[in-house]
T-cell receptor, first 114, second 112 residues
Framework: NAGVTQTPKFQVLKTGQSMTLQCAQD?????MSWYRQDPGMGLRLIHY???????DQGEVPNGYNVSRSTTEDFPLRLLSAAPSQTSVYFC?????????????FGEGSRLTVL | KQEVTQIPAALSVPEGENLVLNCSFT??????LQWFRQDPGKGLTSLLL?????REQTSGRLNASLDKSSGRSTLYIAASQPGDSATYLC???????????FGAGTTVTVRA
């Protein structure tokens, strides 16, 4: 029972490098989202998607791109990494298209930008 | 902008004591509220989801109440156990938006 799978679990980047965080879910959920979690700040929404081909910005979208070509996958791209993007990133999904149902989270991807 | 606050940030109780965790939000126009548990180094696990029309939701030893008009939700955990030690977060979904707002969480330690 995989649920939401994120890769990689850990990554170290140098400033200016680019990379993609992968997220896949096997629950046929329409709604998928990316959050970052920083100490004392709770989770902040980066981008979300209500279905294949549809994405929208969250609270902190700058420096990140997303695409949704299939229902299962929702990758997050860092275009030019900056130290301020050092964080733990979580992918989450839920049934339906409104994000109003129970959210299922992945285990997280811990990113350090030097 | 919806602001979600959880006080206290940390709590330590002896085993067997009942836990009371608080979540407050500034905008009462919500669709629902979820409580999550997060273990160190792990993702979040949904515990309870309360719709805006509900006053409370129960699952086993957990009970969550919602008072939309006062902007408050409370998570009660009965007869706490060391295994309940974790960080508990609440999240609010607005009635007119897809974007959930999370509190920073309350870290609970249950001492054996």
């Amino acid at each position: 029972n995989a649920g939401v799978t994120q890769t990689p679990k850990f990554q170290v980047l140098k400033t200016g490098q680019s990379m993609t965080l992968q997220c896949a879910q096997d629950m046929n959920h329409e709604y998928m989202s990316w959050y970052r979690q920083d100490p004392g700040m709770g989770l902040r929404l980066i981008h979300y998607s209500v279905g294949a081909g549809i994405t929208d910005q969250g609270e902190v979208p700058n420096g990140y791109n997303v695409s949704r070509s299939t229902t299962e996958d929702f990758p997050l791209r860092l275009l030019s990494a900056a130290p301020s993007q050092t964080s733990v990133y979580f992918c989450a999904s839920s049934a339906g298209t409104s994000g109003a149902r129970e959210l299922f989270f992945g285990e997280g991807s811990r990113l350090t930008v030097l | 902008k919806q602001e979600v606050t959880q006080i206290p940030a940390a709590l330590s109780v002896p085993e067997g004591e009942n836990l009371v965790l608080n979540c407050s939000f500034t905008d009462s126009a919500i669709y629902n509220l979820q409580w999550f548990r997060q273990d160190p180094g792990k993702g979040l696990t949904s515990l309870l989801l309360i719709q805006s029309s509900q006053r409370e939701q129960t699952s086993g030893r957990l009970n969550a109440s919602l008072d939309k008009s006062s902007g408050r939700s409370t998570l009660y955990i009965a007869a706490s156990q060391p295994g309940d030690s974790a960080t508990y977060l609440c999240a609010v979904r607005p009635s007119n938006d897809y974007k959930l707002s999370f509190g920073a969480g309350t870290t609970v330690t249950v001492r054996a």
